[in-house]
């Protein structure tokens, strides 16, 4: 009577076994390429993905920048008019105050070359 | 006497005063200017524009005038009182001096910078003077003012001003 291992050992030697060996390693075969093909496209994508993630934000720190500068431009501008108009309504205000005054003021008692001929009684 | 009689109709031609003349005057004048000035701490001397061509005219008027007297008040010489009352006539005329400066209150202020120069002159003038004959000279505030006002608005001729010059000589 043969044992168990033979006839194990015969299966193994058939046509069959072999032909089943083979269609194994054609799956295996097959079914590897299909996930490195699938590990390869899947990561491609996500790189590329990532990759205009990135250069949105690149672009918007760009502009957003360019923005920065143009704002503290305009503000130096900005500052320069009102200091230019701050000069201005202070010469106003002291041509006021010396318009107000000028009717008590003698305008030439601030010439220190004439208050030399002036008689302080 | 730079005016000569070229015939005997009473014509008479003026020949202005050598160059070296006219360069000690305009001398004269520019230092009595800076000694104005120097009062004012507020302008230096690169904030003033000085006309040449308009104090060489006041002093070839003067020196005419000079002459004029010589010729018609029996060839007596004009006083330094009168002189000084003419260059100051002819200083309001002219205008020689000026004041750039940016500050617009500073250029407000000295706008009338030849009248307020003349003032001096003209005080400074008789105020020597009167130290000569002995005297103080001094003037009240007002009436400075008023000199002022009248060198500004006023229309006074050079007869005028030499009588105010030498109404307050003789004041004192």
Redesign the interface.
């Known amino acids: 009577m043969k044992d168990l291992f033979d006839v194990l050992s015969d299966f193994l030697k058939s046509d069959l076994a072999k032909e089943i060996y083979i269609q194994i390693l054609v799956f295996v075969f097959v079914y590897t390429i299909a996930v490195i093909a699938v590990t390869v496209f899947g990561v491609r994508f996500f790189m590329k993905v990532e990759k205009t993630k990135m250069r949105n934000k690149r672009e918007k720190y760009k502009a957003l920048k360019s923005e920065v500068k143009r704002l503290k431009r305009d503000n130096s501008v900005l500052e320069q008019e009102n200091a230019a108009l701050q000069e201005t309504v202070n010469?106003l205000t002291?041509?006021i105050h010396?318009w107000k005054s000028a009717s008590n003021a003698?305008?030439?008692?601030?010439?220190?070359?004439?208050a030399q001929?002036?008689?302080h009684? | 006497m730079s005016i000569i009689e070229t015939d005997k109709k009473g014509v008479y031609t003026y020949i202005p005063s050598d160059q070296e003349e006219m360069y000690r005057d305009r001398q004269a004048i520019l230092g009595l200017f800076h000694e104005y000035t120097a009062y004012q701490s507020d302008i230096t001397d690169d904030d003033i524009l000085v006309d040449d061509s308009s104090i060489s005219e006041i002093l070839i008027r003067v020196d005419k005038r000079k002459d004029y007297f010589k010729i018609f008040h029996n060839k007596t010489d004009i006083d330094e009182l009168k002189e000084a009352a003419l260059i100051v006539y002819w200083l309001l005329k002219f205008r020689p001096f000026s004041v750039s400066v940016s500050l617009p209150e500073i250029a407000q202020k000295y706008v009338d910078i030849n009248e307020r120069f003349a003032l001096f002159l003209l005080l400074g003038a008789v105020k020597r003077a009167v130290d000569m004959k002995g005297a103080e000279f001094s003037l009240k505030n007002d009436y400075i003012d008023l000199l002022g006002y009248a060198f500004r608005y006023w229309d006074l001729s050079k007869e005028a001003m030499m009588l105010v010059a030498e109404t307050l000589y003789a004041a004192f």
Do not use: N
């Not at chain 1, 003698?106 to 004439?114: N, Q, T």
């Open positions: 010469g002291q041509e010396k003698s305008a030439l008692e601030d010439d220190p070359a004439l001929y002036v008689r009684d």
